[in-house]
Every structure is written in C-alpha cells, then in structure tokens.
C-alpha cells in the first residue's frame, strides 16, 4: 500500500474503511487534551457502550429474581458462561468444546499447568521467550519450584540474537532440538508483548510435539489481535485474558483453550471445584469428582455475572465485525503507524528513532514498539499530555497499538503531527 503523510490521506482511508461505524460504538476518555489518539489497547481495551445496559440488565434481574435468577432471569446465570462460548472460540480457531471462560489469565495459565507440566527427574525443562510479560516469568519460575527444580536450569530462555531485536523463529526450533531429551514444555506467548513479535505457533506446535513435549501459549497479545487456529495447530493448550484487545473491562475474567485430545482425558491430573463437575450430577452434592468432557471440566466456580456481561457485550462487538475484516483493516493501519514512524526517524536523526517490532506484517499484530534512544521519558509524558495515549518502557520504547475496532488512520496521523512538534522542539538530553 503506498502511504502519504496528509490528513486528506488518512481521512480518505477512513472514509473507505469498512470498519469506520464501530469507532462510535465505543467510549473515548476525555483527557482534558486537544487531541485524543488512544493507543493502548493493547492494555486496556476501550469500552463497548453496550456494556452498561449489559450490566445494567443482570443488575436489575438480581435485584428481581435474588437466588431465582440463576435459572430465571433473561440469560439464567447457571449456564451464563456458555454464551460466551461460541464467539470466543471463533475468535481462537477452536471448537465450542475446547474453550471456556473463566478466573483471570496467570491464575488458568497455574491452573493448566497443573495438568499439562507434568517435569519427570530426566524431562522438566522449559523453553520460553526472553523478555516475557513479568506475570509469566514468575508463573514458570514458581512453577519450575513448586515441583521441586531450580529455574535457572530448568527454564530456557530464547533471546534474540546479538544486535537484534527479536527472535528467530529458527532459534526457538534450534533450542527445542538442542534440549530434546530432557523438555517437558514449550510455553511462549502468541504475540510478545514487548516488540509485538507474531511467534509461529503452529511450527513451534509441531517441533515441541516432535520431541515429546507439550505445546502451550500466553494468548494475551494475541486473542482479538491476530487470527488463531489453535485446534488445527494442535496446540495442548492456551490462556488468554479479555481485556485488552478484547475490550471486556478491567480485570475481567480470561478464557482458555484445551485441545480436544486432552478433553475426555479424565486421569490428567487437575485441581476440580464443584462447576468443573459433571453439569448432571453437579447439585447431588456427592464426593467424587467427575470432570465435565472438554475444557468445562477445568472450571472451578460459579462465574462472576457482571464481568461477564461485559464481556458478552463486547464479544457480540467481535462477532458481528469478524476477525478476518479486523485483520485486514489491522495489517493496513499498522502499516502507516509503521510508515509515520519511519518519517519521523528520517526528519529527526538525533532522535535515534528506530523500530523494535518486526517489519513483516505476517509477523506481528496491531502493534508498533518504537525506541526512541535520542530522547527520554520527557518526551512520552509530553505525547500523553498531548492526548496520544500508549505505553512506555525503560529506557525510552514507546508501544503503540492501533487497534482496528475503534483506531483510524487519523488517530495514526495526529501521533506523526503531535511527534513532530515535540521532537522539533528539542531532545532533553
Ligand atoms: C496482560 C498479561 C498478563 C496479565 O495477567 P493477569 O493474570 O490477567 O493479571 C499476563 N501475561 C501476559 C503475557 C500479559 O500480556
């Protein structure tokens, strides 16, 4: 596509986008700002204004029916979690038997590994992303102690290469071949979240299964972002959360994949609560736990009603849009996000401005991370006092989502304006 760096330009792209009616079914926050580009929703997704009637309805069906509305209210909440099923699955590539939603992502990723890392004295190690998000780190960390191993040796971390800025995929397979023997699981998130690397999961899938190891992902960065088809990837198993790209509020409950081989594998050890039992039997009260076929079987509560309200609201969103019009519309906007960013690295060469984030677009989702080495956080608190809205990380990366469901080749044109005039006026170092 051949960008031009005009606001008629970004205004004729929008103009043409099929996508342009959905910007208005969503809140903006008003920051007080002239200019509001929000670039963070690879963070903290924007709100669906259907999620206040959304939750308004399961408010007033409480304050209605009380304990009834479990099984009487408009969407009875016995079986709410159901509802969101089927566009969850359509947005991971699964069957409706191999998701569910549920708990919050670092507490299901904990909850899977319980059954999926199963270390032996000879077959425990990890192989992972350098670089990973915090959660996760600790999660392996904890996890590699937990059944008795020292992290350092048990967790291998594949970093890029001197004077690169992301991973190989070839260096992952390398690493999968080098440690064959003696690897029990190959956990990487979808997408990184740092530079926005697109990991192939179906290759890495392929080479874990090769060696004996189990395959699984952090779909954190992924889920609502890039298009995933994890039951024909044969992946063992996958979390995510819903409230980033998936816009289903703050803190709100996550989703989780387990691939259909694994679904009536009843001896796989697992930790069980009363809604991971057998739905028929689930009220007799009676010890025995009898986990429900498919990924069902892993949930342990009942569900939390308003979170998930909100995320039905916003899940409706996603499916009447489709991925495949998302992912197209988010390969373009990318594109001149990457394209503006490249200007300004040519008209401010003392900004030592480059981009850590791959260039292919079949290696990354909507996500554009810039290191802005010239300068330092003065000049990101001065892009948010503008109203652009992203991210920052030390020393001076500047990560920016333009998300397709609400994001518009303005938006991308007013973060080149706004840079401009902060980078003309002068670095602070
Ligand atoms: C956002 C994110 C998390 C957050 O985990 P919670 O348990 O939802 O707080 C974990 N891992 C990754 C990779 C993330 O991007």
Known sequence: MNYEPTLEFAR??????????????????????????????????LQPKTVRAAVELELDEWARYGVEGHFHSTNPWYSYHELLTPPMAEIVGAKESEVVCMNSLTTNIHLLFVSFYRPTKDRYKIISEAKMFPSDRYLLETQAQFHGFDPDDAIIEVAPREGERFIR??????AIEANADELALVFFGG?????GQLFDMPALTDAAHAVGAVAGFDLAHAAGNVPLSLHDWDVDFAAWCSYKYLNSSPGNVGGIFVHERHGRSFDLPRFGGWWGHDKDTRFQMKPGFQPMEGAEGWQLSNVPILGMAAMKASLDVFAEAGMKTLREKSEKLTGYLEYTVDLLA???????????????????????????????????????????????REPCIIRMAPVPLYNTFEDVFTFGKVMRRLLADGGDK
């Open 12 to 45: 004729a792209q929008d103009e043409a986008d099929p996508l342009r009616s959905y910007r208005d079914r969503f809140h903006f926050p008003s920051l007080g700002t002239s200019e509001l580009a929000y670039f963070t929703g690879h963070s903290l997704g």
């Open 191 to 195: 997408v990184n979240y740092f530079t």
């Open 169 to 174: 995929d070839e260096d992952i397979l390398s």
């Open 346 to 392: 040519e008209e401010f060469p003392d900004a030592d401005i480059s981009i850590i984030t791959p260039r292919d677009p079949a290696k990354r989702g909507c996500q554009i991370s810039m290191d802005v080495a010239g300068r330092e956080r003065k000049l990101f608190d001065d892009m948010i006092a503008a109203g652009v809205i992203a991210d920052f």
